[in-house]
């Protein structure tokens, strides 16, 4: 138990220097834009008073040191600072949008991870089949087909040819569970499409290394049952690589919203993101790419986590 | 050349069918200017025209010739994601070579910098980049190139971890040998089965990623045609029923499944490994 508590710790503690390295890279980026922000911003036509009225406002007369100490314990209360764009509060806008993101990877979730294990699952059991090639020439399909193209494809057809579900995700707070559901259906029907194969492909890999071991063989050759093998033998070794492959495509999914986001308009943080870029809106970009990056990270840091304490060689050590 | 058509002849259909699929995209890329009935970014007739004899598929948001911007396109897209994969794997496997050569402190530092890279989301590093030096065409290149030489850094590194404890390297050593020469002349042709088929699917990787970029409008900008800005613009169509906006995105899909066929071939090819598992 020592051991396990001992591997956790140290987990965590490199998750969280990641953090902190990724929010300094984050942060000191753009000290390194060459030339002045607040005159890359302004432009050239703005007068040397405006140039320095603006960096006050933006603290840019400060040492990087203290500004980047100021910025990271603002984060870690909640405060983002403020718009370049629209001078709102950022945390304000960050705020709704980034449970609606979350809202469209849980759904997405909840549909591509339970298809994709069982899927998985058959594929390693009825490995070199017919059934088996058609996973893989899936995978292959999915992996290449950028995701727009599918989140258009299904546009054309649910959409325009049968009129079933709507074309923009336009959704707003006031909206019931189930009429905001309908609304993210098509968003979130291309995301499952664009992590099922992954995710199946995993489970496949995990599933087949498993059964080849030799104390599989040698459950097989004394007799037992098969599904005793498989629930007794096969099942709580599988669980580590099996969990981790759906927390870890969860992570994908967070990321993997923001092309999505911007084809069916839905008001998440990817779309935020893209035009905060677009207008070169630093902070704004600074903090969405933080929220991202810490929920990418802590995401496969759970997954790590999860798969040490499902491990059930490290529950009986010698 | 008669081994490689021998060689060629050996190969599997989806193989032979990548390989065709890359020659044509080259070929259209290559002749674009020959083979297009209208100039890049000229505007020959209304906005949203439908195929017709005069267009064959008919025009864009702009009035622009659809086939003409296709053949642009194929040029552009194509050639941008080559040279950025080019870059990358120049930068990531002199590194991930120096790193296995040198060992040491060398190989810590490189090591932990590609750590710090890999734990964050490619596109959003690339969108926070993008913001930083601007999307231009030259920016583009350079940020997607140097993300992606993490990847390409970690396996040159272990491929030639295991070249670099050989003799002949240890050999090269003792002779006298500066750090390029044993880099190049005996580490580097060991080391090249691995790098070739990852490059393939790298490009791969690298291709949907300016795609994806130029779709949000934050890769190669207007006018130069290219294939995930064309999706952008016309997009509108599609509600319409129209499927000629896809054909741009059809086009990303089916070069990246060519591209895979042919990778898939050359690791069973290289490696020898059979996939039964």
């Known amino acids: 138990m020592f051991q396990i508590i001992k591997m956790i710790v140290q987990r965590l503690g490199l998750g969280l220097l990641t953090l902190f390295v990724v929010s300094l890279i984050i942060f000191l980026g753009v000290e390194l834009l060459p030339g002045d922000l607040a005159e890359a911003i302004l432009g050239q036509s703005a007068t040397p008073e405006t140039v320095a009225a603006f960096r006050r406002e933006l603290k840019l007369d400060l040492p990087m040191h203290e500004r980047y100490i100021e910025w990271l314990l603002g984060i870690l209360q909640g405060d983002l600072g403020k718009s370049l764009a629209n001078g709102r509060e950022i945390s304000e806008l960050?705020?709704?949008?980034?449970?609606?993101?979350?809202?469209?990877?849980?759904?997405?979730?909840?549909?591509?991870?339970?298809?994709?294990?069982?899927?998985?699952?058959?594929?390693?059991?009825?490995?070199?089949?017919?059934?088996?090639?058609?996973?893989?020439?899936?995978?292959?399909?999915?992996?290449?087909?950028?995701?727009?193209?599918?989140?258009?494809?299904?546009?054309?057809?649910?959409?325009?040819?049968?009129?079933?579900?709507?074309?923009?995700?336009?959704?707003?707070?006031?909206?019931?569970?189930?009429?905001?559901?309908?609304?993210?259906?098509?968003?979130?029907?291309?995301?499952?499409?664009?992590?099922?194969?992954?995710?199946?492909?995993?489970?496949?890999?995990?599933?087949?290394?498993?059964?080849?071991?030799?104390?599989?063989?040698?459950?097989?050759?004394?007799?037992?049952?098969?599904?005793?093998?498989?629930?007794?033998?096969?099942?709580?070794?599988?669980?580590?690589?099996?969990?981790?492959?759906?927390?870890?495509?969860?992570?994908?999914?967070?990321?993997?919203?923001v092309v999505v986001e911007v084809v069916f308009v839905y008001p998440g943080l990817g779309q935020l993101l893209v035009d905060s870029v677009s207008k070169r809106d630093i902070p704004v970009v600074q903090a969405s790419c933080m929220i991202f990056a810490a929920t990418y990270i802590l995401l496969n840091l759970t997954a790590d986590v999860l798969s040490i304490v499902t491990n059930p060689r490290l529950l009986h050590p010698k | 050349m008669v081994e490689f058509w021998k060689l060629l002849k050996s190969a599997p259909f989806t193989a032979k069918l990548g390989l065709l699929i890359i020659v044509i995209n080259i070929f259209v890329g290559v002749l674009a200017p020959v083979i297009s009935p209208y100039g890049e970014t000229e505007i020959v007739g209304a906005e949203y025209e439908p195929p017709s004899e005069q267009f064959w598929l008919g025009t864009d948001n702009l009035g622009r010739d659809m086939f003409t911007r296709m053949n642009y396109g194929a040029r552009n897209t194509i050639g941008i994601a080559f040279i950025t994969t080019a870059l990358a794997f120049f930068i990531g496997s002199v590194m991930g070579l120096m790193a296995s050569t040198l060992g040491g402190w060398v190989d810590q530092l490189l090591s932990r910098i590609v750590d710090v890279i890999l734990s964050i989301p490619t596109l959003i590093f690339a969108l926070l980049l993008l913001t930083i030096v601007g999307t231009t065409i030259p920016g583009v290149i350079g940020v997607i190139a140097i993300l992606y030489s993490a990847p390409v850094f970690r396996l040159a590194r272990a491929v030639s971890?295991?070249?670099?404890?050989?003799?002949?390297?240890?050999?090269?050593?003792?002779?006298?040998?500066?750090?390029?020469?044993?880099?190049?002349?005996?580490?580097?042709?060991?080391?090249?089965?691995?790098?070739?088929?990852?490059?393939?699917?790298?490009?791969?990787?690298?291709?949907?990623?300016?795609?994806?970029?130029?779709?949000?409008?934050?890769?190669?900008?207007?006018?130069?045609?290219d294939w995930g800005s064309m999706v952008r613009d016309n997009a509108t169509l599609i509600t319409y029923g129209e499927f000629t906006p896809l054909l741009p995105a059809a086009a990303i899909a089916v070069l990246t499944v060519g591209v895979n066929f042919v990778v898939d071939w050359f690791l069973y090819k290289t490696s020898g490994l059979r996939d039964d598992h």
């Not at chain 1, 090639?133 to 258009?152: D, G």
């Not at chain 1, 006031?174 to 995710?199: D, K, Q, S, W």
């Not at chain 2, 002349?185 to 490059?199: G, I």
Request: with cysteine.
């Open chain 1, 94 to 257: 960050v705020g709704v949008r980034f449970s609606n993101t979350i809202f469209l990877a849980i759904v997405a979730a909840v549909i591509s991870v339970p298809i994709a294990v069982i899927l998985g699952v058959l594929a390693a059991l009825y490995r070199n089949s017919l059934y088996d090639r058609m996973v893989n020439v899936f995978t292959l399909t999915s992996i290449s087909f950028p995701e727009f193209f599918v989140a258009y494809i299904l546009i054309l057809f649910f959409a325009v040819e049968w009129n079933i579900f709507p074309s923009l995700s336009n959704v707003n707070p006031n909206m019931g569970f189930f009429e905001h559901v309908y609304r993210v259906a098509l968003p979130a029907l291309t995301l499952t499409l664009v992590v099922i194969a992954h995710m199946m492909r995993m489970t496949r890999a995990a599933i087949i290394n498993l059964l080849a071991s030799p104390y599989i063989e040698m459950a097989n050759l004394k007799g037992i049952s098969r599904s005793r093998i498989i629930v007794h033998h096969a099942l709580p070794n599988a669980l580590a690589p099996i969990i981790n492959v759906i927390v870890l495509n969860l992570a994908y999914l967070i990321v993997g919203v």
């Open chain 2, 161 to 225: 971890m295991n070249v670099v404890v050989l003799d002949f390297v240890e050999v090269a050593r003792l002779r006298g040998e500066g750090l390029w020469w044993i880099i190049i002349r005996e580490v580097l042709p060991n080391s090249m089965p691995p790098l070739v088929a990852e490059f393939g699917l790298r490009f791969c990787f690298v291709f949907l990623l300016i795609s994806a970029l130029s779709f949000l409008g934050l890769g190669i900008q207007p006018p130069t045609a």
